[in-house]
């Protein structure tokens, strides 16, 4: 909708010209509190700017208006739009995220908590660096103790879900509960030196912006005054101190909240987010308007058919069914069994081809997933058709650092004189530096070198480590992770029999690593399963060095001159708020999505959530939505039978298309 003459020669703006009923009945209600569920693509940003753009007409002054957001982006957008049209220029409407406005307004009375004037903010590198020198006073050479960045993801998890540390210790992270009279120790010393190097972390932005308010009535009511009307964007996500710090803003008598959201999209608990917070706005606020805003403007009824369909599945949610503002016509949702990951994969990448051929921009195009590890067979596809694309979720799959220790394990068997792939491995045993490293080089090579001498022609079976090294100088500190380190290479060599295919040479470096990267890294579960999917991904591959070499190039994929070119790889937590004219989620198979882990929690809750990634995905489509999924994940050496997905085998047949690859 274009604005009206009048309003863009300066006048008073037609508001039912420019806004949809629903949206213009949220922007224009006089009601204290009003609850906006705004449905994917309806507009959401809209109704809020416009209803800022209102309350100025109204003559509301504009440092009377708190418009909190999630992301800096997203504030900057809103207030960008509300200067456009309510020609507000440089008037000082206070807006930005939860942390920044905490800033603020804590720049001004941190002395009150025991703060000096000009407190720091520590970021995450900050508090890595502190955290890892606590663990190390505190904990020193513990066994298996939790690793600074563990810790900090325990810390904030319970400030964020307003719980004790205990707590969350004991519901999600049992593993470190014997640990816990040390993890206290180091708890309280991280909130003193904060206090004493007069710093604070992200979350004590929103910690110490609450206890204000709690504590210093005048302040909250100084506060109160000033904010008259509160608007929250993406209330959905809000955690306990924010859905708090919300409560008591707008807790005086004159206070005006509107909270816009959507209960489906609500998909961050695992970071303290609360859907329900929203479910229940009106059980907090009794008086409070609802506002369905329902018209969708991003895709085709046939998918809009297929996503209220699938959310509709859910108990605990706001009732409403989007409607297409787009005519009819295009074709429904494709369903696709693959009979395998590779399959699956390769007809992504064979349809994704034709569609580049057909004139779709690759910026057109995404390939959504639930888990990271769930794109690397597309990713490797991609490579081998030469389609350029771009990852959003993280690094490149043989990018990763848990990866790449595998692979330098199957490098140095495949040539034994690669020193970077040696310094890699050695670099994962204890208390070893880059001279200790040099020194270990030096060993290998002397115990290496002769015998390659005598065979220029030699496989990988030949070299006979145990014989050659497991003599060698060895500082008496490291010996038994040498030891353990060439009985591995050793076993990776079987004497007299056929050579171990790629997939089980993984599986059986995956097995040796699991000590170490349980603590090198915080998401330790998460990499596991990367690896497990390596040895599927490998297959029935059976040349070592072609696979090594098909690595090596997968890293080298040309990113074309022009970004937009990129086809889109990313999780579904990370493509919310985007969207794209050709969508593919991968890997719908139970087990995969929904989790595994989703399933054995046995929370009907965790499940909702999980069909509400799935309503998320699904509505990014604008014009073609696939959805795929492979019968068996894996070939060859270590195969799971993988079922449809619940969130597939519970849509009406007539609303998709059933493809066979």
Same mark, same amino acid.
């Given at each position: 909708?274009?604005?009206?003459?009048?309003?863009?020669?300066?006048?008073?703006?037609?508001?039912?010209?420019?806004?949809?009923?629903?949206?213009?009945?949220?922007?224009?209600?006089?009601?204290?509190?009003?609850?906006?569920?705004?449905?994917?693509?309806?507009?959401?940003?809209?109704?809020?700017?416009?209803?800022?753009?209102?309350?100025?007409?109204?003559?509301?002054?504009?440092?009377?208006?708190?418009?909190?957001?999630?992301?800096?982006?997203?504030?900057?957008?809103?207030?960008?739009?509300?200067?456009?049209?309510?020609?507000?220029?440089?008037?000082?409407?206070?807006?930005?995220?939860?942390?920044?406005?905490?800033?603020?307004?804590?720049?001004?009375?941190?002395?009150?908590?025991?703060?000096?004037?000009?407190?720091?903010?520590?970021?995450?590198?900050?508090?890595?660096?502190?955290?890892?020198?606590?663990?190390?006073?505190?904990?020193?050479?513990?066994?298996?103790?939790?690793?600074?960045?563990?810790?900090?993801?325990?810390?904030?998890?319970?400030?964020?879900?307003?719980?004790?540390?205990?707590?969350?210790?004991?519901?999600?992270?049992?593993?470190?509960?014997?640990?816990?009279?040390?993890?206290?120790?180091?708890?309280?010393?991280?909130?003193?030196?904060?206090?004493?190097?007069?710093?604070?972390?992200?979350?004590?932005?929103?910690?110490?912006?609450?206890?204000?308010?709690?504590?210093?009535?005048?302040?909250?009511?100084?506060?109160?005054?000033?904010?008259?009307?509160?608007?929250?964007?993406?209330?959905?996500?809000?955690?306990?101190?924010?859905?708090?710090?919300?409560?008591?803003?707008?807790?005086?008598?004159?206070?005006?909240?509107?909270?816009?959201?959507?209960?489906?999209?609500?998909?961050?608990?695992?970071?303290?987010?609360?859907?329900?917070?929203?479910?229940?706005?009106?059980?907090?606020?009794?008086?409070?308007?609802?506002?369905?805003?329902?018209?969708?403007?991003?895709?085709?009824?046939?998918?809009?058919?297929?996503?209220?369909?699938?959310?509709?599945?859910?108990?605990?949610?706001?009732?409403?069914?989007?409607?297409?503002?787009?005519?009819?016509?295009?074709?429904?949702?494709?369903?696709?069994?693959?009979?395998?990951?590779?399959?699956?994969?390769?007809?992504?990448?064979?349809?994704?081809?034709?569609?580049?051929?057909?004139?779709?921009?690759?910026?057109?195009?995404?390939?959504?997933?639930? =888990?990271?590890?769930?794109?690397?067979?597309?990713?490797?596809? /991609? !490579? +081998? *058709?030469? #389609? %350029?694309?771009? &990852?959003? @979720?993280?690094?490149?799959?043989?990018?990763?650092?848990?990866?790449?220790?595998?692979?330098?394990?199957?490098?140095?068997?495949?040539?034994?004189?690669?020193?970077?792939?040696?310094?890699?491995?050695?670099?994962?045993?204890?208390?070893?530096?880059?001279?200790?490293?040099?020194?270990?080089?030096?060993?290998?090579?002397?115990?290496?070198?002769?015998?390659?001498?005598?065979?220029?022609? =030699?496989?990988?079976?030949?070299?006979?480590?145990?014989?050659? /090294? !497991? +003599? *060698?100088? #060895? %500082?008496?500190? &490291?010996? @038994?992770?040498?030891?353990?380190?060439?009985?591995?290479?050793?076993?990776?060599?079987?004497?007299?029999?056929?050579?171990?295919?790629?997939?089980?040479?993984?599986?059986?470096?995956?097995?040796?690593?699991?000590?170490?990267?349980?603590?090198?890294?915080?998401?330790?579960?998460?990499?596991?399963?990367?690896?497990?999917?390596?040895?599927?991904?490998?297959?029935?591959?059976?040349?070592?060095?072609?696979?090594?070499?098909?690595?090596?190039?997968?890293?080298?994929?040309?990113?074309?001159?022009?970004?937009?070119?990129?086809?889109?790889?990313?999780?579904?937590?990370?493509?919310?708020?985007?969207?794209?004219?050709?969508?593919?989620?991968?890997?719908?198979?139970?087990?995969?999505?929904?989790?595994?882990?989703?399933?054995?929690?046995?929370?009907?809750?965790?499940?909702?959530?999980?069909?509400?990634?799935?309503?998320?995905?699904?509505?990014?489509?604008?014009?073609?939505?696939?959805?795929?999924?492979?019968?068996?994940?894996?070939?060859?050496?270590?195969?799971?039978?993988?079922?449809?997905?619940?969130?597939?085998?519970?849509?009406?047949?007539?609303?998709?298309?059933?493809?066979?690859?």
């Amino acid at each position: 909708m274009a604005p009206t003459l009048a309003a863009r020669l300066g006048g008073a703006r037609d508001f039912s010209a420019e806004l949809n009923p629903e949206q213009l009945a949220a922007v224009t209600t006089r009601a204290r509190r009003a609850l906006v569920v705004a449905g994917a693509g309806s507009g959401k940003t809209r109704t809020l700017t416009y209803r800022v753009a209102w309350l100025l007409e109204q003559g509301v002054a504009p440092w009377r208006i708190l418009l909190l957001t999630f992301t800096n982006k997203a504030a900057r957008e809103m207030l960008e739009r509300v200067g456009s049209l309510a020609g507000a220029g440089g008037a000082p409407i206070w807006g930005g995220t939860f942390h920044s406005v905490a800033n603020r307004l804590l720049r001004r009375h941190a002395e009150l908590l025991g703060y000096r004037p000009g407190f720091s903010i520590l970021d995450a590198d900050d508090q890595k660096a502190l955290m890892r020198a606590l663990v190390k006073q505190h904990a020193g050479k513990t066994a298996h103790f939790p690793k600074a960045e563990q810790l900090l993801a325990l810390h904030s998890l319970a400030l964020n879900t307003s719980r004790t540390w205990q707590e969350t210790l004991r519901s999600d992270y049992p593993a470190c509960e014997r640990h816990a009279e040390l993890i206290g120790r180091i708890f309280a010393d991280y909130a003193a030196r904060k206090l004493a190097q007069n710093a604070m972390d992200f979350d004590d932005l929103l910690l110490n912006w609450l206890r204000l308010l709690r504590e210093q009535a005048e302040l909250r009511r100084a506060w109160q005054e000033r904010f008259e009307y509160l608007l929250v964007d993406e209330y959905q996500d809000t955690n306990a101190p924010q859905d708090e710090i919300v409560a008591l803003l707008a807790g005086g008598e004159h206070n005006c909240l509107m909270a816009v959201g959507d209960d489906a999209q609500s998909i961050y608990s695992w970071r303290g987010a609360d859907v329900e917070h929203m479910l229940h706005f009106r059980r907090r606020y009794p008086d409070a308007e609802l506002f369905p805003i329902t018209v969708n403007y991003r895709s085709v009824p046939a998918i809009l058919e297929l996503s209220n369909a699938a959310i509709a599945q859910n108990e605990c949610r706001l009732a409403k069914d989007l409607r297409a503002a787009r005519r009819a016509g295009g074709r429904r949702p494709v369903v696709l069994p693959a009979p395998d990951n590779r399959t699956e994969a390769q007809w992504v990448a064979q349809r994704i081809d034709e569609l580049l051929a057909g004139g779709v921009p690759g910026s057109d195009i995404a390939v959504l997933y639930r =888990a990271h590890f769930h794109s690397t067979d597309v990713q490797m596809e /991609l !490579a +081998r *058709a030469h #389609i %350029p694309y771009r &990852i959003t @979720s993280g690094l490149r799959f043989f990018e990763q650092a848990h990866v790449k220790d595998v692979v330098a394990f199957l490098r140095l068997l495949a040539n034994p004189r690669d020193e970077v792939a040696f310094r890699r491995i050695v670099g994962t045993f204890p208390r070893v530096g880059e001279a200790t490293a040099g020194k270990l080089w030096a060993q290998w090579c002397a115990g290496v070198e002769p015998w390659l001498a005598e065979h220029p022609q =030699a496989s990988r079976v030949g070299v006979p480590h145990a014989e050659l /090294l !497991a +003599r *060698a100088s #060895i %500082p008496a500190a &490291i010996r @038994s992770s040498w030891e353990a380190f060439v009985a591995l290479m050793d076993s990776l060599h079987p004497a007299g029999e056929a050579e171990l295919l790629p997939a089980e040479l993984v599986h059986a470096v995956h097995e040796y690593l699991l000590p170490y990267q349980s603590r090198a890294y915080e998401n330790y579960e998460e990499r596991a399963e990367d690896l497990e999917q390596l040895c599927r991904t490998v297959g029935e591959e059976e040349d070592l060095d072609a696979f090594l070499a098909q690595v090596a190039l997968l890293s080298e994929v040309d990113t074309p001159a022009a970004e937009e070119d990129s086809v889109t790889l990313s999780t579904i937590h990370q493509a919310k708020g985007l969207e794209w004219k050709v969508v593919f989620v991968i890997f719908l198979g139970e087990g995969l999505f929904p989790h595994r882990r989703v399933l054995e929690s046995g929370d009907p809750r965790d499940v909702e959530e999980e069909r509400r990634l799935f309503y998320v995905a699904v509505t990014r489509a604008q014009d073609q939505l696939y959805l795929s999924f492979p019968r068996y994940n894996g070939r060859g050496y270590d195969v799971q039978y993988c079922p449809p997905s619940r969130f597939l085998t519970a849509l009406p047949e007539e609303l998709v298309e059933l493809w066979e690859p």
